[in-house]
């Protein structure tokens, strides 16, 4: 038996304050909506009941946002792809964003159980004048628990404007991807934060973006398995690998904290369920 999700998450503007309007089928909703900065931006709480996928099992989430229109989404807990029946177990994300709209996306990390067969997508249309911060971190089995993942598949793709496409395939049985150099050298928690924008950064504006980020990345111990890039006009990216979620959110909190602050003029108080 199968347990599908369907959310359609609207964000609309009404009296400079951003409103979240929702419908679901299914067991994902919105758990709440806060305003710990005021009206503007609209920090919403995502809760997925079962907490995790088997196969079969589909969560589409469709997010749209009204031009100058600010959210910060987040979830309580990791989204976990269990052991597959054969069947996939799929997280299809669609985003769209209208102009001057900011996005924060920032849920907790996705777990890939050993035997899972998982697909992860998200897709981005963004207007001319929206950003969108996005990160996306993955752990390959339970290293704590002594459940590696070493079989099992997991798909993930983020697409922007449909101008540029990132696929991984992650298999536990390529032992080359999962334990070499020119791989994931043994590590288990594959982190990305992305930098989106519907127009182009200028030169300075990139350079100074990925300066934030490099410096942070030197600082840290991190440092010799993560780096910054921007592989389009439109996108800026850090890629961590690390031995545990906990050591790469670390890092990707703080950047992201720096470019919240020196790009968009914000503090950046942490979301309370980080500190749960």
Same mark, same amino acid.
């Given at each position: 038996m199968t347990w599908n999700?369907?959310?359609?998450?609207?964000?609309i503007s009404k009296n400079q304050k951003?409103?979240?309007?929702?419908?679901? #089928?299914? %067991? #994902?909703r919105v758990l709440k909506s806060l305003y710990p900065e005021g009206e503007k931006i609209c920090?919403?709480?995502?809760i997925h009941a079962p907490g995790g996928l088997v196969g079969g099992d589909l969560i589409q989430i469709e997010l749209n946002m009204q031009d100058q229109t600010h959210a910060l989404i987040t979830n309580p807990g990791a989204t976990r792809f269990y052991k597959t029946n054969g069947q996939l177990?799929?997280? &299809?994300?669609?985003? /769209?964003?209208?102009?001057?709209a900011f996005l924060e996306w920032m849920p907790l990390e996705n777990i890939a159980y050993n035997n899972c067969l998982?697909?992860?997508?998200?897709?981005? *249309?963004?207007?001319?004048?929206?950003?969108?911060?996005? =990160?996306d971190v993955t752990a390959l089995g339970l290293k704590q628990s002594n459940l590696p993942f070493v079989e099992g598949q997991f798909e993930q793709e983020i697409n922007l404007n449909h101008k540029w496409l990132e696929k991984a395939i992650i298999n536990g049985l390529d032992q /080359? #991807?999962?334990?070499? *150099?020119?791989? #994931? &050298?043994?590590?288990?928690?594959?982190?990305?934060?992305?930098?989106?924008?519907?127009?182009?950064?200028?030169? *300075?504006?990139?350079?100074?973006?990925? +300066?934030q980020a490099?410096?942070?990345?030197?600082?840290? +111990?991190?440092?010799?398995?993560?780096?910054?890039?921007? %592989?389009?006009?439109?996108?800026?990216?850090? /890629?961590?690998?690390? %031995?545990?979620? @906990?050591?790469s959110?670390?890092?990707?909190?703080?950047? =992201?904290?720096? =470019? /919240?602050?020196? @790009? =968009?003029?914000l503090s950046a108080p942490p979301p309370r369920l980080w500190s749960m």
């Open positions: 999700a369907n959310l359609k998450l609207n964000f951003t409103v979240c309007d929702f419908l679901h #089928l299914g %067991p #994902l920090h919403t709480v995502l177990a799929q997280q &299809n994300i669609q985003i /769209r964003l209208g102009k001057q998982a697909s992860n997508k998200i897709q981005l *249309e963004l207007a001319e004048g929206a950003q969108a911060l996005v =990160w /080359r #991807l999962m334990q070499s *150099e020119v791989g #994931l &050298n043994g590590f288990t928690t594959i982190s990305s934060l992305y930098f989106f924008s519907g127009s182009d950064f200028s030169e *300075e504006q990139r350079q100074t973006i990925l +300066d490099y410096d942070l990345i030197q600082a840290s +111990d991190l440092s010799a398995s993560a780096g910054v890039t921007s %592989p389009h006009s439109q996108v800026v990216v850090v /890629r961590v690998l690390s %031995p545990t979620t @906990e050591t959110m670390n890092l990707l909190k703080l950047i =992201w904290a720096s =470019w /919240r602050k020196n @790009e =968009w003029g």
